[in-house]
């Protein structure tokens, strides 16, 4: 019996994220809905992101405090409502306006709340401590699989089917994760509890320490990944292939190197393996460049491109949180994860002009110089990070930098707050 209720638990749990993680998914398919049937255009699609990212950023530093106060599966039921309301307005409105803005609010504050609040669904005293870890990685594989299926399922197997309806189903399944939430809730014994709601000081340390380069990274790395995502439809389009077999492909690809490689890489030295990968994201984007309608060779783009994102993330993420001390690792965290969403929401906007002005090849090559930026910070790096790994692994007791001012530093190199500069 005691099998049963845990299944019916975690089924609860990773169902209402799946969901609510495909209906938002349905933006990546909005640059067609835009300028096929709002009579829009693809800057007017960037509009709708930066929107999003602006509701998003202002949104994102209190979510976890409404979690921690009212219960995460509360928290993660308005995500899934305020996703729902911006679904249905898009799939009932003619015409770009100010409604189509405010529906990109609408999606930016939900997915905000879903983003803050699923992870801390893990923190439940029904889980064992060494299980926490896990269900944290499962709700990351519910969330790529979640983004990617409903562009799959349209460009696969229901192309024909019109983007107005696709968006009202997108807005069922988001309230139907609405409910799921709130049954977990439930099932998992999840209630708020007070808190003093204090906003934590600007820790102004943290940009002058080696933690300011991860923070650049991650920025980096959702500029591509968010172009690669939100204008692929555009791309497909003008390459005369299919964009499904692109999401399918990407997101297998992101949870195979994470479940297989994540754990190995980011035992030592979480950065020895990076320029390497991006190497790996080069080639992809290169393929995708020189592609000129080829299936096989979108496909082997496509895993290029997931397999490098899907590592690099948990990489830099892992190097931020160890080379930072203890105190601090919460900032750190907000701080990467704002850079994260900086790049994922803003980026299109600019993407979008490139494309409009320089076609897709134009986007493409923007993005290998990206990438080349993000790779050479990585290899500037290197040397700190084997020095300083090398130390860490070598006391029986290691910690990270600390950055008090008064207290002797380490002799551990001192971190280079110019990336181009040895």
């Given at each position: 019996?005691?099998?049963k209720?845990?299944?019916?638990r975690?089924?609860?749990?990773f169902?209402?994220?799946?969901?609510?993680?495909?209906?938002y998914?349905a933006v990546?398919?909005l640059?067609n809905?835009?300028?096929?049937?709002?009579?829009?255009?693809?800057?007017?699609?960037g509009?709708?992101?930066?929107?999003?990212?602006?509701?998003?950023?202002?949104t994102v530093?209190?979510s976890?405090?409404?979690?921690?106060?009212?219960?995460?599966?509360?928290v993660?039921?308005?995500?899934?409502?305020?996703?729902?309301?911006?679904?249905?307005?898009?799939?009932?409105?003619?015409?770009?306006?100010?409604?189509?803005?405010a529906?990109?609010?609408?999606?930016?504050?939900?997915?905000?709340?879903?983003?803050a609040a699923?992870?801390m669904?893990?923190l439940s005293?029904?889980?064992?401590?060494n299980r926490?870890?896990?269900?944290?990685?499962?709700?990351?594989?519910?969330?790529?699989?979640g983004?990617?299926?409903?562009?799959?399922?349209?460009?696969?197997?229901?192309?024909d089917?019109?983007?107005?309806?696709?968006?009202f189903?997108?807005?069922?399944?988001?309230?139907?994760?609405?409910?799921?939430?709130?049954?977990?809730?439930?099932?998992?014994?999840i209630?708020?509890?007070?808190?003093?709601?204090?906003?934590?000081?600007?820790n102004?340390r943290?940009?002058k320490?080696?933690?300011?380069?991860?923070?650049?990274?991650?920025?980096?790395g959702?500029?591509v990944?968010?172009?690669?995502?939100t204008?692929?439809?555009?791309?497909?389009e003008?390459?005369?292939?299919n964009?499904?077999?692109?999401?399918l492909?990407?997101?297998?690809?992101v949870?195979?190197c994470?479940?297989?490689?994540?754990?190995?890489?980011t035992?030592?030295n979480?950065?020895?393996?990076l320029?390497?990968?991006?190497?790996?994201?080069?080639?992809?984007?290169?393929v995708?460049?020189?592609?000129?309608?080829?299936?096989?060779?979108?496909?082997?783009?496509?895993a290029c491109?997931?397999?490098?994102?899907?590592?690099?993330?948990?990489l830099?993420?892992?190097?931020?949180?160890?080379?930072?001390?203890?105190?601090?690792?919460?900032?750190?965290?907000s701080?990467?994860?704002?850079?994260?969403f900086?790049?994922?929401?803003?980026?299109?906007?600019?993407?979008?002009?490139i494309?409009?002005?320089?076609?897709?090849d134009?986007?493409?090559?923007?993005?290998?110089?990206?990438?080349?930026?993000?790779?050479?910070?990585a290899?500037?790096r290197?040397?700190?990070?084997?020095s300083?790994?090398?130390e860490?692994?070598?006391?029986?007791?290691?910690?990270p930098?600390?950055?008090?001012?008064?207290?002797?530093?380490?002799?551990?190199?001192?971190?280079?707050?110019?990336?181009?500069?040895?």
């Amino acid at each position: 019996m005691h099998d049963k209720s845990v299944l019916l638990r975690d089924w609860s749990l990773f169902s209402a994220c799946y969901l609510l993680a495909t209906a938002y998914g349905a933006v990546y398919l909005l640059l067609n809905h835009t300028t096929r049937n709002l009579s829009g255009s693809t800057l007017d699609f960037g509009g709708f992101f930066a929107f999003s990212g602006v509701a998003t950023l202002l949104t994102v530093g209190i979510s976890g405090t409404l979690s921690k106060r009212f219960g995460a599966h509360l928290v993660a039921a308005f995500a899934g409502l305020f996703c729902a309301a911006g679904l249905y307005g898009l799939s009932v409105i003619e015409s770009v306006g100010p409604m189509y803005y405010a529906l990109a609010a609408s999606m930016g504050l939900g997915w905000s709340f879903y983003y803050a609040a699923a992870p801390m669904m893990s923190l439940s005293d029904l889980i064992a401590e060494n299980r926490k870890g896990r269900y944290i990685s499962l709700i990351s594989v519910c969330v790529v699989l979640g983004t990617a299926s409903m562009p799959t399922a349209k460009g696969i197997w229901f192309p024909d089917t019109a983007l107005s309806e696709l968006f009202f189903f997108c807005a069922i399944l988001s309230v139907a994760s609405s409910f799921m939430f709130m049954l977990t809730g439930r099932l998992f014994q999840i209630s708020g509890r007070r808190t003093e709601g204090k906003i934590p000081a600007f820790n102004w340390r943290l940009w002058k320490s080696e933690a300011v380069f991860p923070f650049a990274m991650v920025f980096l790395g959702a500029c591509v990944f968010s172009a690669m995502m939100t204008l692929q439809v555009g791309y497909a389009e003008d390459r005369h292939v299919n964009y499904g077999v692109f999401f399918l492909t990407y997101s297998l690809s992101v949870i195979a190197c994470r479940i297989f490689f994540g754990g190995v890489l980011t035992k030592a030295n979480p950065l020895k393996m990076l320029p390497a990968i991006l190497m790996v994201m080069e080639l992809g984007l290169t393929v995708m460049l020189l592609n000129k309608g080829s299936t096989p060779l979108y496909i082997a783009s496509a895993a290029c491109l997931g397999m490098s994102y899907g590592l690099a993330y948990p990489l830099i993420k892992t190097y931020a949180v160890r080379v930072t001390a203890k105190e601090d690792r919460h900032q750190v965290i907000s701080f990467f994860t704002l850079s994260y969403f900086a790049g994922v929401y803003f980026f299109p906007l600019t993407a979008g002009k490139i494309m409009v002005h320089f076609s897709t090849d134009g986007y493409l090559i923007a993005l290998l110089g990206i990438v080349a930026v993000y790779l050479l910070i990585a290899w500037q790096r290197q040397t700190y990070a084997q020095s300083y790994f090398r130390e860490t692994t070598s006391n029986t007791a290691p910690t990270p930098p600390r950055h008090h001012k008064g207290k002797k530093q380490s002799a551990r190199p001192k971190p280079n707050v110019f990336p181009f500069i040895s």
